[in-house]
């Protein structure tokens, strides 16, 4: 593979058992596809747990979404949304053989994943200072909580955002190895595979949070 | 791949669709506006109600469909990947179905005991 990139640097490199390379290109991110399905159904299957408790219990999930700050998630969904822009616009950079610009574009992604996890740890660390902790190691009486199954609240609210916080983790190392690549010249305007794969994961990250910020964090 | 001038060598050219940095911009201030938004609607949340759950949800959905059409590129996918995505869509609307549907139609039983 690596000696067909030097000599046809700029043509695509079409494995023998694919047609063409439009046909090895959609192969490569079907694969990215099914993915992001398993991806939709784990974090769904949470929501679905979430939608219901909240319906039994309004005013517990209430409750604890007045423990968050909402202006911390709200400056993550800004700085998440802006990531998810400078990853889209790196493809396009590939695709241009703009690899500088590109690579700068995946920099900043990865700046952006590390804001965002800075802000996580600080929420956390405050929570646990507060002893809001899931499940039964919330000591209702000692956090003065009005509701004595409030641990519930911050089981999900760990388990999505840990989760979702993982993600992030794993995104940041990807995006790494692509940004590795990419100043080692391995992208160009015939082949981003690697990249437009990670950036539909990274958008599927971004796009949970979307999700999480209003549910977790506002209505409660 | 011995002859870069062939006729064959068409398989090998990928033809991008590349999304103007306009559209990016366009994309990227709609999500942040929405975002605005629904931090806008949470302070009418007591006036909504009832309604301030499905309001935030809806905002939700509006900026999930920006993402998966132009940065996910779904607009410019093909078909396979559209079913792919709706199937997961779909299967997760079938899990919240039918556990609203238990959940809704339970019986409350005390105990004789």
């Known amino acids: 593979m690596s000696t067909d990139n030097i000599t046809h640097v700029r043509s695509a490199h079409v494995s023998h058992h694919f047609k063409d390379a439009t046909q090895e290109y959609d192969s490569g991110k079907q694969g990215i596809w099914l993915f992001m399905v398993t991806e939709i159904l784990m974090f769904g299957a949470i929501l679905v747990g979430y939608a219901i408790f909240h319906h039994i219990y309004p005013d517990m999930f209430a409750e604890g979404a007045k423990s968050l700050d909402w ?87 760990y388990t999505m955002t840990g989760l979702h916080g993982l993600h992030v983790l794993i995104g940041m190392g990807l995006i790494t190895w692509l940004l590795i690549r990419t100043i080692r010249g391995d992208f160009h305007s015939q082949y981003w595979l690697p990249v437009e794969g990670v950036g539909i994961f990274w958008h599927i990250v971004d796009l949970i949070w979307i999700f999480l910020f209003p549910l977790l964090y506002l209505v409660g | 791949m011995a002859s870069n001038n062939n006729s064959n060598n068409e ?12 559209t990016y911009l366009k994309v990227a201030g709609a999500l942040f506006a929405l975002t605005f938004l629904t931090v806008i609607a949470h302070q009418f949340h007591t006036q909504l109600g009832a309604l301030a759950g499905p309001v935030a949800f809806l905002i939700a959905a509006v900026k999930a469909a920006f993402v998966l059409l132009y940065f996910m590129h779904l607009k410019d996918d093909n078909n396979t990947n559209r079913v792919i995505f709706a199937t997961g869509f779909f299967f997760l609307f079938v899990l919240f179905l039918f556990s609203v549907v238990d959940i809704a139609t339970r019986v409350v039983e005390v105990s004789p005991l």
Do not use: W
């Open chain 2, 11 to 22: 398989a090998n050219v990928l033809h991008p669709h590349i999304t103007p940095m306009s």
């Open chain 1, 71 to 157: 202006r911390l998630g709200f400056v993550n969904t800004l700085v998440l949304i802006f990531s998810s822009f400078t990853m889209a616009i790196s493809i396009s950079f590939v695709q241009k053989n703009q690899i500088r610009n590109a690579a700068i574009a995946l920099a900043t992604t990865i700046l952006c994943g590390a804001v965002f996890m800075c802000i996580k740890y600080f929420e956390y660390t405050h929570k646990f200072h507060l002893g809001l902790y899931p499940g039964h190691y919330l000591d209702a009486a000692k956090v003065g909580a009005h509701h004595a199954n409030l641990g519930m609240y911050f089981g999900f609210y």
